[in-house]
């Protein structure tokens, strides 16, 4: 399983949290910084994320308060960097941007990556459901044409030019059913082992954090 902190593509992950306005104006001209801090902490997010607040406060000729900010964030990180909140921030598919002190961090990050693992797994599950009930439902869909130009080639009065062009629909139509078959059998196969993989990890992980 991948590590998921801000190193390498993580970085790139990040810049992405600034994409859209994260202050309202009043929030800026309310000055919140601390409130902000507590709050941006408190969700784990990086020290970077201020320069997204003052971003959004540059239209309103407001400049951040780095300093209380950045005590406030350390307060809210307090409540993030714990054993409880990896696993929680790690089975809801949240990034971890490698926030906590090394300390805090040997609590918090072997709980996140199990969390993490068990999401994948679960992820993995919905996944392989998903194709699979994709490939049955085209299997239908296309059974449907088959019996529908199957009776169109019964019908009274076709020409011969007629005919073959629906033989050959037919025979797309039948070429399409097998694509989705070896689809379905696919995707079943791809469930089969989503799911051995789930059970494994639950069993795993099932004596060491609060009911799944």
């Known amino acids: 399983m991948k590590r998921f902190l801000i190193t390498g593509g993580g970085i790139a992950a990040a810049a992405l949290l600034g994409s859209c306005s994260t202050m309202s ?7 919140a910084w ?9 969700a784990g997010y990086p020290m970077s994320r201020l320069d997204d607040h003052a971003k959004a406060c540059e239209k309103y000729q407001v400049g951040p308060n780095p300093a209380a900010y950045g005590s406030a964030r350390q307060d809210g990180l307090r409540t993030y960097c714990t054993f409880q909140r990896g696993w929680t921030e790690g089975r809801a598919g949240n990034t971890y941007y490698g926030v906590c002190r090394p300390e805090e961090e040997a609590e918090f990050l072997p709980a996140y990556n199990d969390g993490r693992r068990l999401h994948e797994v679960e992820a993995a599950v919905a996944s392989a459901e998903s194709a699979l009930s994709s490939a049955e439902a085209r299997i239908e869909d296309r059974e449907d044409k088959l019996d529908a130009k199957q009776r169109e080639l019964r019908s009274d009065g076709l020409t011969d030019d007629e005919k073959q062009r629906i033989r050959d629909r037919i025979d797309e139509v039948r070429g399409e059913i097998r694509s989705a078959r070896r689809n379905a059998r696919e995707a079943r196969d791809a469930l089969d082992r989503a799911e ?16 799944f």
Request: charged share 35%; glycine share 18%.
């Open 196 to 211: 051995w993989d789930l059970r494994q990890v639950r069993g795993e992980l099932s004596g060491r954090y609060p009911v």
């Open 34 to 42: 601390g409130e902000k801090g507590y709050a941006d902490g408190a």
């Open 25 to 31: 104006k009043d929030e800026c001209l309310a000055g």
